[in-house]
């Protein structure tokens, strides 16, 4: 408990009574502490004990990816796979069977059991501080909300793919709200994701963004696009930094759940970002807007999220969207290709089916190029890069540079998939 | 407007059938609840560094000032309010086990299927 937050050859002068010689002390590579974080004008109050919480259950993930992941694929290695092949007198034949062969293991048990409990106490420790200060934190938010600035819906219909299960062990996910007026949800998101990713995110848990609005800077460094629209945009983290990157754009990001858009504007608000609207509504019926209204159209792991049934409907929307010439970006952990082993593949499952995530599974093994071409994209306007979270590296950890953890769909490190409306779209073949 | 009482509803059960791993559910419950047995040391463990660290510093208090102490009325119902708190972020998994009672969650692997449906 006496590891010094700040890295190594930057350490301050120890008091006496604590002061070891430098050779005696471990070196540390772990998580920061959770007071790195950046405040808004709408972040919870944490106390010493719930900031203390965050800490305990970073390091618990951090625990459970590079020590206790390393004895799953090991055991996978000398036992699961060896017996398969033994009793069935062949190997796996899909993600499916090893997953299912992988429930029987001791240390697939444990590390799963540990690992669904880490997320479960991940939930209480954040709502107990969001909710427990539920009207000043909804108050503060409608004091910073522009009105202009946020456009409500309550007729908005949930999608499926919403109401059917409360994604990542979220209790109430993105849409229930408990008051009128309600931002505890969001906040609850907001306060703990450092926990999940062990600030892998940066300091506003916004270096999906970052990463993003760099890669269309140095990718595309002549697109200045005037109107752009995010896709499930939630509490707007990964969408600030795109509105930042182009301040004469001007930004509609979207999302189904009022809280996350409530808390979303009022944290833009109070972080000086004012070129963005959040909008509740459905990404795969944005009929409000006439066709050809956006240059660049994003979104930051939101599909695996739908379903098989919306995405398509997302893509033909994005599609008519776009401005002759546009551009549309979705960033995702990778796609199960076929050279990805089937242990892998199961593991990136682990959260398809025991952290809530069921489109998870599918989204990740088709071919997201041809359901774009589908849409109408000419597959010569395809595009695919790698990003990682963008952080200050002299306090956050780098996922980019972490060779320690690989936590099978948690890293900080996405692909991006993206598409280009030719310039003169073909209207007569409407 | 409405209070929202935290010690009932921090703990609440994600919607979603809860999976268990361990060959005795039993057992994953007994794990849940000493997860955040741990975690609640980490806190104290993390709490008493900062006292520590702050009274060397300052040179303000000695162990046997902290042997001696004796709370008030006030101070004592502070901390029963604290242990309140404590039991039921613990017991958080009895609590998700009473609410699925009364649900009928669709677990992920059938939401996977029926939102993979073209």
């Known amino acids: 408990m006496n590891a010094p937050v700040k890295p190594v050859g930057r350490l301050k002068k120890a008091s006496a009574a604590s002061r070891k010689p430098v050779s005696a002390q471990r070196r540390y590579d772990g998580p920061p502490d959770y007071r790195v974080v950046g405040r808004h004008g709408v972040y919870p109050e944490t106390s010493h004990d719930e900031i203390a919480r965050f800490n305990f259950l970073a390091h618990m993930n951090r625990h459970l990816s590079t020590q206790l992941m390393p004895g799953v694929a090991k055991a996978f290695e000398v036992r699961v796979e060896p017996s398969f092949k033994k009793n069935n007198s062949r190997p796996f034949k899909d993600r499916h069977e090893v997953r299912k062969a992988l429930l029987n293991e001791p240390m697939f048990q444990w590390w799963s059991a540990l690992r669904r409990a880490t997320m479960e106490t991940r939930q209480q420790a954040g709502r107990w501080v969001t909710l427990r200060q539920a009207d000043a934190l909804n108050a503060r938010a409608a004091a910073l909300v522009d009105r202009d600035r946020l456009k409500l819906n309550p007729a908005t219909r949930l999608p499926r793919y919403v109401s059917a299960i409360d994604h990542h062990c979220m209790p109430g996910s993105y849409h229930t709200e408990l008051v009128d007026g309600d931002v505890t949800g969001a906040a609850n998101y907001d306060v703990g994701i450092f926990a999940t990713t062990g600030g892998m995110l940066g300091l506003y848990n916004d270096g999906g963004g970052q990463a993003i609005a760099k890669w269309i800077k140095e990718t595309l460094p002549s697109l200045k696009p005037k109107r752009i629209l995010d896709l499930g945009a939630g509490l707007g983290h990964n969408v600030l930094p795109i509105a930042q990157a182009f301040p004469e754009a001007e930004m509609v990001a979207v999302d189904v759940g009022a809280p996350m858009l409530r808390y979303g504007a009022a944290r833009a608000k109070s972080l000086g970002v004012d070129n963005v609207t959040f909008v509740q509504g459905d990404v795969s019926d944005l009929s409000q807007y006439p066709d050809e209204s956006f240059d660049l159209i994003h979104s930051c792991m939101f599909l695996h999220e739908t379903s098989m049934t919306a995405m398509p409907k997302i893509f033909k929307e994005t599609y008519r969207l776009l401005k002759p010439g546009g551009l549309v970006l979705h960033v995702e952990q990778p796609q199960y290709d076929p050279k990805m082993p089937f242990f892998e593949q199961a593991m990136r499952d682990w959260d398809a089916f025991y952290n809530n995530e069921p489109f998870w599974t599918k989204m990740h093994e088709i071919d997201l190029d041809r359901f774009m071409v589908e849409a109408g994209f000419p597959e010569d306007s395809l595009m695919h890069g790698g990003v990682a979270a963008v952080v200050d590296p002299k306090v956050f950890p780098e996922a980019a540079k972490d060779s320690k953890q690989e936590d099978y769909g948690r890293k900080a490190a996405w692909h991006v998939v993206g598409a280009r409306k030719p310039a003169k779209a073909k209207r007569e073949a409407a | ?118």
């Open chain 2, 1 to 118: 407007m409405a209070r929202l009482d935290p010690l009932a509803l921090a703990g609440a059960k994600a919607k979603g059938k809860r999976p268990f791993f361990l060959d005795s559910a039993d057992d994953e419950r007994l794990l849940n609840i000493l997860l955040v047995v741990v975690q609640e040391l980490a806190v104290t463990r993390e709490r008493m560094d900062t006292i520590e660290r702050l009274l060397a510093q300052r040179g303000v208090l000695t162990a046997a000032d902290i042997e001696g102490f004796a709370p008030s009325k006030a101070e004592a119902d502070a901390r029963g309010a604290w242990t309140q708190e404590y039991i039921a972020r613990v017991f958080r998994i009895l609590q998700q086990d009473k609410e699925a009672l009364v649900t009928d969650d669709d677990s992920a692997e059938e939401v996977a299927d029926e939102l993979a449906k073209v």
